[in-house]
């Protein structure tokens, strides 16, 4: 079994923009050695979004060096960028966009919703990228509900899996995640109904959390933890246990291995060194932050 390290209950939620209340579960700043190849994950628990007309979410961004990876839980969410990327993500479905050398992007509640106006629940993790890999291209992958495979693992629970390869399904055979990842990286949606539970089976040396997103689990038989918390295991050992305990439970488990490279971050930027930052931050300025502007 891989030990509990430790569990650490979010802090109250705060706004990112006027579109997303989200509670921070994690950051890097904290602690970027015990998260790596996580950065930072926030999840927006179920609100209702009275209909408007006033645009909801955050304007014109940029980021440099990561990935950012939205689900989107309930209601939709729309996204466009300095590549000319443009996509609206429903219930069930990811977007996965790999920032690397640079990218500016908007983040909305898609103009329907928020004119409809409904229930949003989302995640945004930010999934750091190899130093070899900072200054990449930049990449969109827009992940729909219907190519991630939906397992059910002895016992019942429901595992989407998002990126990686999860043993553990009923059939005996493995299930692969659809995103494209430049480093080994894991990420699970995992559904446990009232009175379910799952053994995971894990790599030794890796990165384990489990972000207990709603609801409450039981951990490895022995610790209760409830919503919104993240559960932080030790890279040693092969299994852990999840059990609903309660009414049902949503735990987003990622799993990955450390890149064990220095991390260095301000704001949207996350790179390896201060002077990396310095360059960002002086491109961003000069305008030759991006490869090629929008031609919209
Ligand atoms: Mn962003």
Request: aromatic share 8%.
């Amino acid at each position: 079994m891989k030990k509990i390290l430790r569990i650490q209950r979010a802090p109250a939620p705060h706004w990112v923009g006027n579109g997303f209340h989200v509670n921070s579960l994690f950051f890097y700043a904290q602690d970027a050695q015990t998260f790596s190849p996580f950065l930072m994950l926030d999840y927006g628990a179920p609100r209702v979004f009275p209909p408007s007309t006033e645009p909801r979410g955050v304007g014109q961004h940029p980021h440099r060096g990561f990935e950012t990876v939205t689900v989107a839980y309930q209601g939709e969410i729309e996204h466009h960028d300095s590549e000319g990327n443009r996509g609206v993500i429903g219930p069930g479905d990811v977007q996965w966009m790999t920032a690397a050398s640079g990218i500016i992007h908007e983040e909305w509640l898609s103009p329907a919703f928020n004119a409809k106006g409904g229930t949003l629940e989302m995640a945004q993790l930010w999934v750091n990228l190899p130093a070899k890999d900072k200054m990449a291209a930049p990449r969109y992958q827009e992940i729909l509900k219907a190519q991630i495979p939906s397992v059910t693992a002895p016992g019942g629970a429901r595992v989407q899996v998002i990126a990686g390869e999860f043993n553990g399904g009923e059939s005996g055979a493995p299930s692969r995640g659809p995103a494209m990842t430049f480093s080994p990286v894991n990420v699970w949606d995992v559904q446990l109904n009232a009175g379910q539970a799952i053994d995971l089976d894990l790599h030794a040396g890796y990165t384990t959390l489990f972000a207990v997103l709603k609801g409450k689990v039981n951990v490895n038989t022995s610790q209760d933890v409830a919503s919104p918390a993240v559960v932080v295991l030790e890279r040693d050992g092969t299994a852990a246990r999840l059990e609903a305990a309660g009414g049902d439970a949503t735990v987003l488990v990622l799993h990955g291995e450390p890149l064990d490279e220095p991390v260095a971050g301000y704001g949207p930027f996350v790179m390896n060194t201060r002077d990396e930052i310095m360059q960002a931050m002086q491109d961003f300025q000069r305008g030759t932050f991006i490869r090629q502007r929008a031609t919209a």
